[in-house]
C-alpha cells in the first residue's frame, strides 16, 4: 500500500449505496476525533474521470458524522472488477 494521503470527503463517490448499522456503531464507538490515524486509510480508484470509494463507506460516514472533512486514502492497487464498479457508480 502506497502512503496514506489525506483527501476531501466531498470528492469521493460512494460505490455503494448500503451500510451495515452494527458495523458503524462499533466504529463510531472507538472513534477518535483527536487523531486522523482512528480510521484506516481507506482505497479509491479514478473511475470515469470521478474518484471512488473502492472500500471504507463505513469508516468514511463515520468520519463524515463526527465532523471531518477529510479522511485519509490511497490508490488501490489490486485489478478488479471495474466495470462493476462502474454499474454500482
Known amino acids: 500500500m502506497a502512503k496514506p494521503l489525506p483527501m476531501n470527503l466531498d470528492g469521493i463517490q460512494p460505490s455503494q449505496l448500503c451500510i451495515s448499522t452494527e458495523k458503524l456503531a462499533k466504529i463510531m464507538k472507538a472513534f477518535d476525533r483527536s487523531s486522523h490515524r ?41 485489478e478488479l472488477d471495474w466495470e462493476a464498479y462502474e454499474i454500482c457508480v
Request: aromatic residues 10%; proline residues 7%.
Open 38 to 78: 482512528s480510521l484506516e486509510p481507506m482505497p479509491i480508484e479514478k473511475l470515469s474521470g470521478d474518484t471512488i470509494f473502492v472500500d471504507g463507506h463505513t469508516r468514511a460516514f463515520a468520519a463524515f458524522l463526527h465532523g471531518q472533512l477529510e479522511v485519509p486514502v490511497y490508490r488501490e492497487c489490486e
